[in-house]
């Protein structure tokens, strides 16, 4: 992706975040900003993690690095560049208020970059809203919703300590 072919958002996620094989698990980027972005998602049945009672919160944050990578992918592409990949180094304090976020369910996560260090470790905080159908009709901007109420609870938060190399070998040795 190029410049000259930036997708208004909201956009696909898929051709912004370097994942193969059914490891793109977020939708859409719904908004992209200095600091963080937020992303949607809705869990499914077929999903990669789907268990028969839904999808394990432990996945939500796999949803938080997508979701940064999806803004660093996005603010690459608007630079002309091609998304670089980046690996998670964990996560602290990640707390879901549910075992499993329910089935059919468009899940909103948002992420702020709190800082980024001179040898690529970024540190990020984020959170993961359940939006729910009189949800979206009450805070719709245009067609998607752009913003949460101030009293939304999320479903889950946490931080990432995430690491971009300057390099990083393939296994085709690209």
């Not at 859409?28 to 949607?40: H, I, S």
């Not at 905080?125 to 913003?147: C, F, M, R, V």
Request: aromatic share 6%; proline share 8%; glycine share 8%.
């Amino acid at each position: 992706m190029t410049a000259s072919d930036m997708p208004s958002l909201p956009c696909p996620v898929a051709p912004l975040v370097p994942h193969a094989r059914g490891m793109c698990l977020l939708t859409q980027l719904v908004e992209v900003r200095e600091e963080g972005a937020t992303a949607e998602t809705v869990t499914r049945r077929d999903d990669l993690f789907a268990e028969p009672d839904g999808i394990p919160a432990w996945v939500g944050v796999e949803w938080l690095a997508q979701a940064v990578a999806a803004w660093a992918g996005f603010r690459a592409a608007a630079s002309g560049e091609a998304p670089a990949p980046g690996l998670l180094l964990g996560a602290k304090r990640y707390r879901a208020r549910v075992p499993v976020f329910d089935f059919d369910q468009r899940i909103r996560i948002t992420v702020t970059i709190d800082f980024v260090a001179d040898n690529g470790v970024t540190q990020v905080s984020g959170a993961l809203y359940a939006i729910e159908k009189h949800a979206i009709e009450k805070y719709d901007i245009g067609k998607h919703a752009t913003a949460m109420p101030e009293d939304a609870e999320p479903l889950a938060r946490g931080s990432l300590t995430l690491y971009r190399p300057a390099a990083m070998p393939t296994l085709n040795g690209a």
